[in-house]
């Protein structure tokens, strides 16, 4: 079925009212002059990718079809990158999780945040909520056992290292990341840990995944690539 307009609900409200495994938010968080119009949340799922490279998501993307039929939520691990170019192997994740992993979706919803709609591309239209539960979800639990991958003083010196790179004309940018691990009290719900970092972290490009047992909440203000016609836009920090 087409796209059917329906009443104005916020994004988040509409997510937490879908109890299901797997589920995609794509939350524009913050309005910018260039971007923050559109968010996206698909539900009930269709076709499944889980691997390592790109052949079988290849195989199923099509020029020929609207664009609500030919769209895919996931994310791409950096480890792709050997499948396109010839660079060192990275070290192995403190995190197991296929490099890979795309959903296509039976139930597709559209906010346009400018103009105040939504609308809904599904195959079973009698899947969606009858009615949208505003969930007030309890804080998250404390996080405990903090530690990092680096000591601070670590850090600053592999800052200075990559100074010295610039300044020699070695780079011009570095994404140095400092990782942080601990443990949670007790279960949070994903949902809640994503609400929590949205209000205390907001951004125009903020993304909740939840496939299966995995769930990743995520909040950033760069647009990675955009690709319109024959241009390609990106907007890092």
Known sequence: QALKPLPWCEPLVVAASINDEDITLLYSGVSTHYSGRYSYLANGKKQHISANDFTELEAKLSHNRP????????????????????????????????????????????????????????????????EITHTNHHSIPQVVNIHSNMSGQSYETHVDTVLGHIQAGNLYQANLTRKFYGTFESPPTPMAVFKSLHESSPAPYSAYVKCGDIAIASSSPELFLQIEGNQVKSRPI
């Open 67 to 130: 664009w609500y039929e030919n769209m895919w939520f996931g994310y791409l691990g950096y480890d792709l990158k050997n499948q396109l170019e010839s660079l060192p192997e990275d070290s192995p994740s403190a995190i197991a999780v296929p490099a890979l992993q795309m959903v296509q979706y039976n139930h597709l919803w559209r906010f346009d945040h400018k103009e105040k709609k939504v609308e809904r591309y599904s195959e079973k239209p009698e899947a969606f909520p009858s």
